[in-house]
């Protein structure tokens, strides 16, 4: 197990339990007691750690190493899943993922950022950081269950687009854009999940949809809290005081409605128990996929149009002079 | 800056002894030194050659006013001058946002980083949306989202093209979230016009990088973009710092973007005018659907 820095009062607690299961093992001596005393005290810590998150905290358990990313949901939760690669012109991104898979006895259209799970895989997926090919083939994915009347589902866990020198040459802020446009009017439903980073524009260029939730502990933000720390507090230091002020959390999201909900999370973050995530995430996605399909697609469409016409936060001069 | 920054040694060699606050500056009104070619203009000059070097063609960062003045016939309206941003997320980095936009206004005499007007070219409607990299560096928050968004309303209501002029550094920080928003914000009511089959044109102007380029700045039906623009999605120091090597001479300038296809044309100031009248001529004479008989006219 991994253990962040605020999870420290778990790591000894769960050293103990191990030692006392030891000693358990050994059979001379009935420790059941201490083992029952120990469990407890482990989830009443747990609740008290979790329920008490700060901002940059919950920014660090969406990256903890052992979350659980779209492909282990596609795994658990999908059947049938036939992965589609590449966007037709340039390459086949690895960063982004999708395919045609069964849910609830229905094809739907499955899109999100992969990260690799191990060093290799890391680099393998370039840490979840698609190129404007990744953002490509998600629309042309987008369009083909366009085309079949199929619904699309999106998983977002992304700490950005990619900032590189061919991403620009190849046009990652026009692939992003495009996206954005398209979706707008996709006449199928879209129903997206941010399951663990959606930072800026590499998260929403494939996170515009008739209904977004967030898992309770991911993030999502115009900049990440170190690059925000860097370009406004100009050092790396202030991380923390960033990821306060940037009200980047699930609950942020939802209190200023720019998301529709909040999928709670097993106690102690979605990789402390992946199959209960999974099963959460699917009674959820059942209902919600249920209720988009009874719209018509004029509705969703005009339903998505008022809703993101609607966020923002201004003043209008005339109003304060009275 | 080289200047003010004399010490006390050289003042003495120099024999300056005015105190340093009380320095004369050249008047503002009067001469222009090129940033680019460092050679020296009378601001008239500058003005009557569109704001570029007179000597050197290299275009200033103007504002929307200068636009509006360069482009439109005598008389235009200015539409949602009363938007304001506040400071609803109580954010503060080394300054409190709201104290930003204060000084923000103060200094500029802006109310946002965004202004829409509506007037004609050689008598041809359009509506112009322009970005002052003046104020908050053009950043977009939801003051720049929502005269966008209205200004599409207003185009959908009168048929009108629009054109929007990008100069900015992306979203605004110190709005999260909702900064965020107005990419999809802003795609989603261009998405409108597009379904409403109204031109909308595209000038990039130097700088446009960010959530800007990365939603309307690139959606246009016709992407212009200035001479030498830096156009961009990340900007040049986070991707040498990403890829660790120095970057191509002339990466991210409007010629490059032209070049890698993402841009219609280049357009020098000078010619913007009379550039925007021709398309929006070529638009307007398009063959028309033929018009449905009405109920009279099939009655005679």
Redesign the interface.
Known sequence: MVFLEFEQPLESLYEQLEQIKQIEAQGDVDVSATIRDLESKIVQTKKEIYSNLSGWQKVQLSRHPERPYTLFYIQKMFTNFVELHGDRFVNDDKAIIGGLAQFDGRTVMLIGHQKGINTKMRQYRNFGMANPEGYRKALRLMKLAEKFDIPVITLIDTPG?????E????????A???N???M??LKVPILCYVIGEGA??GA??I??GDKVFMLENTW????SPE??SS????SWD?KET?AE????TAD??AE?G?IDGIVKEPLGGAHNDPDAMAVTLTKHMKAELKALKKMSSEERINH??EK??A????????A?AE | MEEESKSWYQRLRHGIQTATKSKKETPDGLWHKCEHCNETSTVKELKENFFKCPKCQFHERIGSAEYFEMLFDQGYLRLYDDLLSYDFLEFTDLKAYKSRLESAVQKTGLDDAMAVASGTIDEQPLVIAAMDFRFIGGSMGSVVGEKIARSIDFCLKHKTPLMIISRSGGARMMESAFSLMQMAKTSVKLAQLAEAKIPYISLMTDPTTGGVTASFAMLGDFNLAEPGALIGFAGPRVIRETIKKDLPEGFQTAEFLLDHGFLDFIVDRSELRSQLSTLLMLLENRAKPRKQATAKETES
């Open positions: 687009a990619y900032p590189g020198l991403a620009e040459e190849r046009g990652q802020a026009e992003i854009a495009r954005l446009l398209e707008a009017q800026s524009g929403i260029g996170g515009l999502y933000s115009v900049i690059s925000c370009i406004l507090w100009r202030f960033a002020a940037l009200k980047l942020h999201m200023f720019l998505r149009v993101y016409s966020m923002g936060r201004f003043q209008v001069k005339s304060i």
